[in-house]
């Protein structure tokens, strides 16, 4: 488990000064104090959620999610102010710094220009121009570019040097045109120039390595792609990046399209002319104007168009990067924030054909009553013998719901579940059979956690166990796997860990703190994401809890080993104690605030507390936003905000791809949200596209404004392809499927460019190959992210996902106790 997100380091000298801060907040839209009391509390050891929930009153009221981007925006500013520094540092010792460098480097707002401005002081290999200058020769190139009349080579024979390998007047001008090239190679506000104007007229081309057409299929749309890198879509960028990298695909930067001949020459002309421009000389007939225009061509081509490649070769992936990131972090919400199926006894299916299909119980606080295995497919086919123990077990346990996991087998062990059902006609409650998602299944089951949580169980049946509780609590289990074993990202092995391990932590813990977590049932992973707790911590806690028993009230968490007061400032309000001796301990009010509460019911007696204006409660300690929370948390005690839980129906008879029809209209579970569109599970063990073109009538930038992951949708089959294994899906059903390989004729008015589509450019696949009904290959195979157990293979959805019908009953929520408790103290209505 990795330790919780720590605030950005401060630079070494000081702390960001009001220019930073109000930089951030000119980003974010708030005031400079806001930002300044926010950075204030990150270096005093709060954490995000702490600060969100409980010091509205210092920040003005920032959300968590403006705080994250604070924090990480806080991050870049420091590491720049310190890599600043270095610079400074450098260049003085080297004794250049000048008053005008020194107000540049000040004036760098970002690493990139930092570094275009460091780069000619940089300590490097000795260069071509580095030699030349020490052979003398570069009084030879600033004569030839300041005095064009000059011949060229008498000028050249002047400064021939044998000492230093300098025999010719050939020799002499090779000299002069490395220390030109490289004076525009290194000049900052050139490469910002040409930079700007190649990011958005230039051209990213892939080609298809030769003899990699077979092996390379995932990459088929890219054999022949070009379009401008301004825009490009994040998948489409690290698709390419990733075809480069296995060997498939050839990429390269042209100044314009390279099928057009005429436009590339003209590009190409007028970037060798601004750097013409910039060595001030132009072809006039004078003697040295033809080598000069030569000189500048060669610095565009060999050193000012490589440098540029590689900065926006960059500059993409790191757009590409954030999105994916941005993407991964929202689906990774989704899914822990999935609805709870509650407190409910589960039988847990994992299914299997040879090794069988391991079975695990546990009731409605999650503990393991039984296990087994069965075996009742091929080759064994003990059907008959694995219903007579799985009767047997629903029987004995009470069972509510059976969870069984999507990987192989799992429709063969859906219908052994209904048949399940079917022979309990005399249960006061039939079971509710779903299909859940087992990413990360298989982590969990190996890892020293479930060892520790599952002692002496065979690792087969840990994840029987992992599937059943996942049902129940979706939050509580997941967060004891690796985030990105959840395998709801997209090229997430292709993006910096670090970054990525950030903002999914970032995540996890924010979803956690809004839950809330119940201090005497929950797991060492789960409390180790309660804000100021962390690994160290929640281990002291468990060992407290099963050394002195549950926790009677929140304050004897002080006696806690190493659990001072601030980490009881930071965990205290997340913790909650049902049933204990302090009914406010049940929810979400900060202990600091009990008084206040108090105040509150006393002054509600019998009518409710949203009845009541939070100003007449305001003091000192307390301002407007604290006291509304507090009146919004006794109107309905220890709310969940999870929504209430739904499942999708799959339809009767539709059991793999082959059975799925243009035209059908099915009920499915969204299992994963990319920047081209949304996967959806209809039930067939592969994952439909409904592809962003096809998500609504109206122009959509972001899937997430329309679909989420586990969410249950209605969607219609455009096509079904099971030879690829590709099943193309539109929630307008109204649209109907046209011939393969063009987009669904709709009648909604909403219709927009699919995302590959390039203005001015041909070649983009998508609008070469049409919308939704190509369910791309490049972005699908290459860059899905689409997860079995492991985060590969069948795109996996948020717990839940599918398989019954109807709602099931929401679980009482555990504010009951709590709201009871007032009852009975007095304190409540």
């Known amino acids: 488990?990795?330790?919780?997100?720590?605030?950005?380091?401060?630079?070494?000298?000081?702390?960001?000064?009001?220019?930073?801060?109000?930089?951030?907040?000119?980003?974010?839209?708030?005031?400079?104090?806001?930002?300044?009391?926010?950075?204030?509390?990150?270096?005093?050891?709060?954490?995000?959620?702490?600060?969100?929930?409980?010091?509205?009153?210092?920040?003005?009221?920032?959300?968590?999610?403006?705080?994250?981007?604070?924090?990480?925006?806080?991050?870049?500013?420091?590491?720049?102010?310190?890599?600043?520094?270095?610079?400074?540092?450098?260049?003085?010792?080297?004794?250049?710094?000048?008053?005008?460098?020194?107000?540049?480097?000040?004036?760098?707002?970002?690493?990139?220009?930092?570094?275009?401005?460091?780069?000619?002081?940089?300590?490097?290999?000795?260069?071509?121009?580095?030699?030349?200058?020490?052979?003398?020769?570069?009084?030879?190139?600033?004569?030839?570019?300041?005095?064009?009349?000059?011949?060229?080579?008498?000028?050249?024979?002047?400064?021939?040097?044998?000492?230093?390998?300098?025999?010719?007047?050939?020799?002499?001008?090779?000299?002069?045109?490395?220390?030109?090239?490289?004076?525009?190679?290194?000049?900052?506000?050139?490469?910002?120039?040409?930079?700007?104007?190649?990011?958005?007229?230039?051209?990213?081309?892939?080609?298809?390595?030769?003899?990699?057409?077979?092996?390379?299929?995932?990459?088929?749309?890219?054999?022949?792609?070009?379009?401008?890198?301004?825009?490009?879509?994040?998948?489409?960028?690290?698709?390419?990046?990733?075809?480069?990298?296995?060997?498939?695909?050839?990429?390269?930067?042209?100044?314009?399209?390279?099928?057009?001949?005429?436009?590339?020459?003209?590009?190409?002309?007028?970037?060798?002319?601004?750097?013409?421009?910039?060595?001030?000389?132009?072809?006039?007939?004078?003697?040295?104007?033809?080598?000069?225009?030569?000189?500048?061509?060669?610095?565009?081509?060999?050193?000012?168009?490589?440098?540029?490649?590689?900065?926006?070769?960059?500059?993409?992936?790191a757009a590409a990067e954030d999105e994916a990131v941005r993407v991964f972090a929202a689906n990774l919400r989704d899914v822990l924030l999935a609805a709870p199926a509650g407190n409910r006894p589960t039988l847990g299916l994992d299914p299997g054909l040879r090794t069988g299909v391991k079975v695990a119980v546990v009731d409605g606080t999650g503990k393991v009553v039984a296990t087994d295995t069965v075996y009742p497919h091929a080759p064994a086919r003990k059907w008959d013998e694995a219903l007579a123990s799985l009767v047997k077990l629903a029987r004995q346990h009470a069972v509510e719901l059976v969870a069984i996991g999507n990987g192989t087998a799992s429709r063969e062990t859906d219908k052994l579940a209904a048949e399940l059902i079917k022979l309990l006609p005399d249960v006061d409650r039939k079971p509710q059979k779903l299909v859940v998602s087992e990413a990360g299944a298989s982590v969990y089951s190996a890892s020293a956690l479930a060892a520790a949580e599952l002692p002496g169980m065979d690792v087969s049946l840990r994840g029987a166990v992992s599937i059943a509780r996942r049902l129940q609590d979706p939050l509580a289990e997941l967060v004891k796997i690796d985030p990105k074993s959840i395998g709801v990202g997209q090229y997430q092995h292709d993006v910096t860990a670090s970054k990525l391990d950030r903002s999914l932590d970032a995540v996890v813990e924010d979803c956690v703190n809004a839950v809330g977590v119940d201090v005497n049932t929950a797991s060492p992973a789960l409390l180790s994401r309660v804000a100021g707790v962390g690994p160290l911590l929640s281990e002291n806690i468990v060992a407290y809890r099963n050394e002195n028993g549950p926790f009677g009230k929140r304050s004897d968490l002080k006696k806690v080993p190493r659990l001072g007061a601030k980490a009881f400032e930071q965990c205290a309000g997340f913790l909650r104690i049902t049933g204990g001796a302090e009914p406010l301990d049940a929810s979400s009010v900060h202990p600091e605030s009990y008084a206040v509460a108090r105040k509150i019911l006393v002054a509600a007696g019998t009518a409710p507390a949203s009845s009541l204006d939070p100003r007449d409660f305001v003091d000192d300690a307390f301002g407007l936003p604290t006291v509304t929370d507090i009146l919004a948390e006794l109107d309905k005690p220890g709310r969940d905000p999870r929504p209430a839980f739904t499942t999708a129906a799959f339809s009767e008879g539709i059991e793999k791809i082959?059975?799925?029809?243009?035209?059908?209209?099915?009920?499915?579970?969204?299992?994963?949200?990319?920047?081209?569109?949304?996967?959806?599970?209809?039930?067939?063990?592969?994952?439909?596209?409904?592809?962003?073109?096809?998500?609504?009538?109206?122009?959509?930038?972001?899937?997430?404004?329309?679909?989420?992951?586990?969410?249950?949708?209605?969607?219609?089959?455009?096509?079904?392809?099971?030879?690829?294994?590709?099943?193309?899906?539109?929630?307008?059903?109204?649209?109907?499927?046209?011939?393969?390989?063009?987009?669904?004729?709709?009648?909604?008015?909403?219709?927009?460019?699919?995302?590959?589509?390039?203005?001015?450019?041909?070649?983009?696949?998508?609008?070469?190959?049409?919308?939704?009904?190509?369910?791309?290959?490049?972005?699908?195979?290459?860059?899905?992210?689409?997860?079995?157990?492991?985060?590969?293979?069948?795109?996996?959805?948020?717990?839940?996902?599918?398989?019954?019908?109807?709602?099931?009953?929401?679980?009482?929520?555990?504010?009951?106790?709590?709201?009871?408790?007032?009852?009975?103290?007095?304190?409540?209505?």
């Open 1 to 317: 488990m990795t330790q919780q997100p720590q605030a950005p380091s401060k630079p070494a000298a000081q702390q960001p000064d009001d220019a930073i801060y109000a930089q951030i907040a000119e980003e974010l839209g708030v005031k400079p104090w806001q930002v300044k009391a926010a950075v204030d509390l990150l270096d005093g050891g709060s954490t995000v959620p702490f600060i969100a929930r409980y010091r509205k009153e210092a920040t003005g009221t920032l959300d968590d999610g403006q705080l994250r981007d604070l924090e990480e925006r806080l991050r870049y500013l420091r590491e720049l102010a310190d890599r600043r520094r270095a610079v400074l540092e450098a260049i003085e010792a080297q004794g250049q710094l000048t008053p005008e460098l020194k107000k540049a480097i000040l004036a760098a707002d970002t690493k990139s220009r930092l570094e275009d401005i460091y780069l000619p002081f940089k300590s490097k290999r000795r260069t071509k121009a580095q030699i030349a200058r020490e052979a003398g020769l570069e009084p030879l190139a600033d004569a030839l570019v300041k005095r064009p009349e000059l011949d060229p080579e008498r000028e050249a024979a002047k400064y021939l040097n044998p000492e230093h390998a300098i025999g010719d007047a050939a020799g002499a001008l090779a000299g002069a045109r490395a220390i030109l090239v490289e004076r525009v190679a290194q000049d900052p506000d050139l490469a910002a120039t040409l930079r700007e104007r190649l990011w958005t007229q230039g051209r990213m081309v892939s080609r298809v390595k030769k003899g990699k057409e077979a092996d390379g299929q995932k990459f088929a749309d890219y054999f022949d792609f070009t379009q401008a890198p301004a825009g490009m879509p994040s998948h489409r960028v690290l698709a390419l990046l990733r075809g480069e990298k296995d060997g498939v695909l050839e990429l390269d930067l042209a100044e314009a399209d390279p099928a057009d001949d005429d436009a590339l020459a003209a590009s190409r002309a007028r970037y060798e002319s601004a750097v013409a421009r910039f060595l001030g000389v132009a072809h006039r007939g004078r003697p040295a104007d033809a080598w000069l225009m030569q000189t500048a061509q060669v610095a565009w081509k060999s050193r000012v168009l490589a440098r540029l490649t590689a900065d926006l070769r960059g500059r993409m992936f």
């Open 658 to 829: 082959s059975d799925l029809k243009p035209g059908m209209v099915l009920e499915g579970t969204v299992t994963n949200v990319a920047a081209f569109g949304a996967f959806v599970d209809v039930g067939v063990h592969q994952d439909g596209l409904v592809h962003v073109s096809a998500l609504s009538n109206r122009f959509v930038s972001d899937p997430r404004e329309v679909v989420k992951s586990g969410q249950v949708v209605r969607v219609k089959v455009l096509e079904a392809d099971p030879d690829r294994k590709r099943i193309s899906l539109t929630l307008r059903l109204d649209d109907e499927p046209g011939p393969r390989g063009q987009a669904p004729r709709g009648t909604g008015a909403g219709g927009q460019r699919p995302t590959g589509s390039s203005a001015g450019s041909a070649k983009a696949p998508d609008s070469r190959r049409g919308g939704p009904a190509a369910a791309k290959q490049g972005e699908r195979t290459a860059g899905g992210g689409q997860g079995g157990r492991n985060g590969g293979g069948r795109n996996p959805g948020a717990a839940g996902g599918s398989g019954g019908r109807g709602s099931a009953p929401q679980a009482a929520p555990a504010n009951t106790a709590m709201a009871e408790a007032l009852r009975r103290a007095g304190l409540g209505k």
